[in-house]
């Protein structure tokens, strides 16, 4: 593994995960764009997930180009939200934001974001609206931002990010690594980004930068497309295992509940989550059903 730019001293103030799997046609212009930040204390922790394309051969270049990227290879493929945990899990700055080996990033995202952090001590995570360009790099109709996550009352904030479908908004913005800390590790469950995030959002507020500084590139050979289902992002999560997974959306309550119990602030606070958790079973029953007969929901 290659080292950090600190030679040995102080660890750097922002660290960034970035797990891989075959990401070779995107990889380099994301690596690129990660390197030309205008914020320079950084680590580029890269996690390769055992690719069989060229993405080993394009990172060692990076990292002997840029003592800031540290590069590992798995001898075997983990699964994509094990590889998630484990790039998380070598950081050792005192911020923290996951990467897609897909996606691009303004020159200016890591110092803005870093700014925000800075100057709100009440804020965990902050993120940017994010843009979207497709294989080409050509721009995409963008998304509508999700609701405010920075309101000062945290049961709002944990119905809004429970209830949300566009959890990948925040969850590849910078986050304070010691709340991480304290969340529990990503479960190997599809909704994973979604399940963390609630959780962080129990610690303290997620602000947007209202600027799209981030681009998502939408692509066919994205988890979300290439298993549409819950079920069969299984497989993306447990490589050569079986291909089933039971109860996804069952799964889903269970883990919000848990993580209401362990990070809600108080007891108001918890019991206003539970409340609110009794809600979104009632509005998803639907979906909980369909779990316990086996089946995708219509």
Same mark, same amino acid.
């Given at each position: 593994?290659?080292? +950090?730019?600190?030679?040995?001293?102080? &660890?750097?103030?922002?660290?960034?995960?970035?797990?891989? =799997?075959?990401?070779?046609? =995107?990889?380099?212009?994301?690596?690129?764009?990660?390197?030309?930040?205008?914020?320079?204390?950084?680590?580029?922790?890269?996690?390769? /997930?055992?690719? +069989?394309?060229?993405?080993?051969?394009?990172?060692?270049?990076?990292?002997?180009?840029?003592?800031?990227?540290?590069?590992?290879?798995?001898?075997?493929?983990?699964?994509?939200?094990?590889?998630?945990?484990?790039?998380?899990?070598? $950081? +050792?700055?005192?911020?923290?934001?996951?990467?897609?080996?897909?996606?691009?990033?303004? &020159?200016?995202?890591?110092?803005?974001?870093?700014?925000?952090?800075?100057?709100?001590?009440?804020?965990?995570?902050? =993120?940017?609206? /994010?843009?979207?360009?497709?294989?080409?790099?050509?721009?995409?109709?963008?998304?509508a931002p999700g609701p405010p996550l920075d309101g000062d009352d945290v049961r709002e904030r944990f119905a809004r990010l429970t209830d949300i479908y566009r959890a990948i908004e925040p969850f590849y913005g910078l986050a304070r690594r010691a709340v991480l800390l304290r969340s529990a590790r990503m479960k190997r469950h599809p909704g994973f980004d979604r399940i963390l995030l609630a959780e962080i959002g129990l610690h303290g507020k997620? !602000?947007?930068?209202?600027? &799209?500084?981030?681009?998502?590139?939408?692509?066919?050979?994205?988890?979300?497309? $290439?298993? &549409?289902?819950?079920?069969?992002?299984?497989?993306?999560?447990?490589?050569?295992?079986?291909?089933?997974?039971?109860?996804?959306?069952?799964? =889903?309550?269970?883990?919000? +509940? $848990?993580?209401?119990?362990?990070?809600?602030?108080?007891?108001?606070?918890?019991?206003?989550?539970?409340?609110?958790?009794? !809600?979104?079973?009632?509005?998803?029953? !639907?979906?909980?059903? $369909?779990?316990?007969?086996?089946?995708?929901?219509?």
């Amino acid at each position: 593994m290659s080292a +950090t730019s600190q030679g040995g001293g102080a &660890p750097p103030l922002v660290s960034i995960g970035l797990p891989v =799997y075959n990401g070779g046609r =995107y990889l380099a212009a994301s690596l690129s764009s990660l390197c030309a930040q205008s914020f320079r204390d950084i680590e580029i922790i890269i996690s390769d /997930n055992a690719s +069989t394309d060229g993405s080993a051969e394009l990172c060692r270049d990076f990292a002997a180009r840029d003592p800031r990227v540290r590069y590992s290879r798995l001898p075997e493929n983990i699964g994509g939200v094990a590889n998630h945990n484990r790039v998380f899990e070598l $950081a +050792t700055g005192e911020f923290f934001m996951w990467a897609s080996a897909d996606d691009l990033w303004q &020159p200016g995202y890591v110092e803005r974001c870093v700014a925000e952090l800075r100057r709100h001590a009440d804020v965990v995570l902050v =993120y940017a609206i /994010n843009g979207r360009i497709d294989d080409e790099g050509r721009p995409c109709e963008p998304i509508a931002p999700g609701p405010p996550l920075d309101g000062d009352d945290v049961r709002e904030r944990f119905a809004r990010l429970t209830d949300i479908y566009r959890a990948i908004e925040p969850f590849y913005g910078l986050a304070r690594r010691a709340v991480l800390l304290r969340s529990a590790r990503m479960k190997r469950h599809p909704g994973f980004d979604r399940i963390l995030l609630a959780e962080i959002g129990l610690h303290g507020k997620l !602000r947007q930068i209202p600027e &799209p500084l981030y681009c998502r590139r939408i692509h066919g050979q994205q988890s979300i497309h $290439a298993f &549409p289902s819950l079920r069969s992002r299984y497989g993306w999560i447990n490589p050569g295992r079986s291909q089933r997974f039971l109860w996804p959306h069952l799964e =889903y309550a269970r883990q919000f +509940t $848990a993580a209401a119990l362990r990070s809600a602030p108080g007891p108001r606070a918890r019991l206003g989550c539970l409340w609110h958790m009794l !809600r979104w079973c009632r509005w998803h029953h !639907r979906e909980l059903w $369909a779990d316990l007969r086996g089946v995708d929901p219509a």
